[in-house]
């Protein structure tokens, strides 16, 4: 199994989001890997800098949208490629978009390493092809659950952004 992130096999035209996107030199570049590919669980590591604040110590709360957002359609990716039996970086291309993000704040997020821990719920196919998966996503920090988020990805074709 590759441990590289998924979206490190983004193809360049698709690899640019501000969350995400490694070709984005001002990004996030959040990266997202199995946990547990058996029991559907992902896990991202970020660290926010002193500059991603709200309040002095607290981080803003725009991030932690980016950084769930993110993480859910990368997950959603790495489930595509599961439920495909597809290895990373295949043809065609496997990249998700967001349809639908819902975000809870439960605790304020204190300026510190952050994980974000995916959990597949539902994974859709067409024709084949996975079309749509939906992700839960928490936040932690130092154990303890600041925000969760809800995440439903669909599949891009693989002409978007083709002129």
Same mark, same amino acid.
């Given at each position: 199994?590759? $441990? &590289? =992130?998924?979206?490190?096999?983004? =193809? ?8 995400? /996107? ?10 997202? &890997?199995?946990?547990?590919?058996? #029991?559907? #669980? ?7 800098? @002193? ?13 932690? +949208? !980016? ?7 990368? !997950?959603?990716?790495?489930? +595509?490629? *599961? ?8 043809? %065609?291309?496997? *990249? ?9 704040? *439960?605790?304020?997020? %204190? ?14 196919? *067409?024709?084949? &092809? $996975? ?11 130092? /154990?303890? @659950? ?6 439903? /990805?669909?599949?891009? %074709? ?6």
């Amino acid at each position: 199994m590759d $441990t &590289r =992130p998924i979206q490190d096999f983004y =193809p360049d035209q698709w690899a640019h989001c501000y969350g995400c /996107g490694r070709l984005n030199a001002h990004g996030l570049h959040v990266q997202s &890997r199995w946990l547990d590919e058996s #029991t559907g #669980t992902t896990i991202s590591h970020f660290t926010p800098a @002193e500059y991603h604040v709200a309040l002095p110590g607290f981080v803003y709360g725009g991030l932690l +949208a !980016s950084l769930i957002d993110c993480h859910g359609i990368g !997950s959603a990716a790495l489930a +595509a490629h *599961r439920a495909e039996s597809r290895e990373f970086g295949s043809e %065609p291309p496997v *990249r998700f978009v967001t349809a639908s993000l819902h975000v809870d704040y *439960r605790h304020p997020t %204190p300026l510190t390493d952050l994980e974000a821990i995916g959990t597949i719920v539902d994974v859709s196919a *067409r024709d084949g &092809r $996975t079309h749509k998966v939906i992700v839960d996503v928490v936040v932690l920090a130092g /154990g303890r @659950e600041c925000v969760r988020g809800h995440v439903v /990805g669909v599949l891009v %074709p693989p002409h978007f952004g083709q002129g």
